[in-house]
């Protein structure tokens, strides 16, 4: 506990870039705590606390900080991550509540700026060209973003800051296999790609699958371009992929109805040890949901398909917990968007989080046979 005191009160200075703290131990808390420092007649620290899909704002000042984090931690999460202009440490907590801390130099120093109001600070840098933005129509060949693509970038960053957050769980002593099924044009896997690789200098085989034998060719031939050797992209069907033994994290955005359950079954049979999925089309429970308790509001077409979309992801999101994930449902965009556009985050930790009784009560109250149930009983 002196070693983290002393890290702290060293850390929350004008130098911090950002403060995470997630991996929560109980309940009660937040699933998720940044802090970042500003300056506003002094030096302050904003902490926005993550829970139930809402973000709670507190501002404090150094000693307060301090005081607000220690109550918290490491009593009430397992991990912290901490940010400075030119290194970062790492501090994991043992169940027996020793706290781990290592410390990485980075390569890229970065000067804090502490403005209050800054604009938005992307993972992509907005005015520096990256080949597959301009490529893609996303950024002009002088770097700048494309008006009618802003929409596009803020997505694009939005999901690597997903990416952001499960980098621990990623080995970096060795090289790591993520596969993206359903990749489409691929505008995430070269950037997550370009973020693993080229940012953050993983070793990593990286695997676009599409059903559609056109995108796959220009997205090979992109790769080449861009000089992306460890990036392939193959054409085939999720249900039928063979390709691979072993993965380290699976993609799967808008995999239209059960081709997202072939697509998590397949990440529990490997292992993987993160999945970031966003289902799309949840027709099945649409076809079979039948409640004489409901039946009042499922007689709305409208509101049966959000229903039904909303239980499938739930029920994805509790099988996946009974096969020993910790799983989170977030938005991966602004829900004025889209009301279809949520996140399932999934992380390895081998034990069972979900019991099956309360799954299989609420599929019998309902007429509902998952998909991905029957892949996995199957296994």
């Known amino acids: 506990m002196e070693r983290l005191a002393k890290l702290l009160e060293g850390c929350l200075c004008e130098h911090l870039s950002r403060l995470i703290i997630s991996n929560k131990r109980k309940k009660d808390v937040s699933d998720k ?3 970042r420092p500003y300056r506003e007649d002094g030096l302050w ?5 993550y829970k139930d899909n809402q973000v709670f704002h507190r501002n404090y000042r150094k000693e307060e900080a301090e005081e607000y984090i220690k109550a918290f931690f490491p009593d009430s999460y397992k991990q912290m991550e901490i940010f400075m202009e030119d290194c970062q440490y790492s ?3 043992s169940r027996k509540g020793k706290s781990n801390i290592k410390k990485r130099v980075l390569e890229n120093f970065r000067k804090i700026d502490l403005n209050h109001n800054r604009k938005k600070r992307y993972i992509l840098p907005q005015n520096e060209k990256i080949p597959f933005l301009a490529e893609l129509g996303v950024q002009t060949e002088s770097g700048k973003i494309v008006d009618k693509k802003q929409k596009k970038f803020r997505q694009i960053n939005r999901f ?5 957050d499960i980098l621990p769980e990623l080995p970096k002593d060795r090289r790591i296999t993520v596969i993206d099924f359903g990749c489409g044009k691929s505008y995430l896997t070269f950037a997550m790609y370009h973020y693993l690789k080229i940012m953050n200098g993983y070793d990593v085989c990286m695997i676009g699958l599409d059903l559609k034998k056109d995108v796959i060719e220009t997205c090979n031939r992109l790769a080449q371009k861009f000089g992306y050797e460890e990036l392939s992209f193959l054409q085939g069907d999720i249900a039928s992929y063979e390709g691979v033994d072993q993965v380290d994290m699976v993609v799967t955005l808008h995999a239209c109805d059960t081709a997202t359950d072939f697509a998590l079954e397949r990440a ?3 292992g ?4 970031l999925s966003v289902p799309c089309c949840q027709h099945e429970m649409n076809r079979q949901i039948n409640s004489e308790l409901l039946e009042p509001v499922l007689k709305y077409g409208i509101l049966k398909e959000r229903i039904s979309a909303l239980l499938t992801d739930g029920l994805r999101a509790d099988l996946l917990e009974q ?5 989170q449902i977030l938005e991966f965009i602004d829900m004025e968007h889209t009301p279809k556009n949520l996140l399932i985050r999934a992380v390895y930790r081998n034990r069972r989080q979900s019991q099956a009784d309360s799954y299989n009560r609420l599929c019998d109250s309902m007429n509902l046979h998952a998909t991905l149930e029957r892949l996995l009983q199957n296994n």
């Open 33 to 35: 705590v940044i802090a």
């Open 45 to 49: 620290f904003q902490f926005e606390e």
């Open 91 to 93: 501090v994991l907590v």
């Open 160 to 164: 690597l800051e997903f990416v952001r």
């Open 268 to 270: 529990v049979r490997w």
């Open 272 to 275: 993987a040890r993160v999945i």
């Open 323 to 327: 096969n020993g994930y910790e799983v």
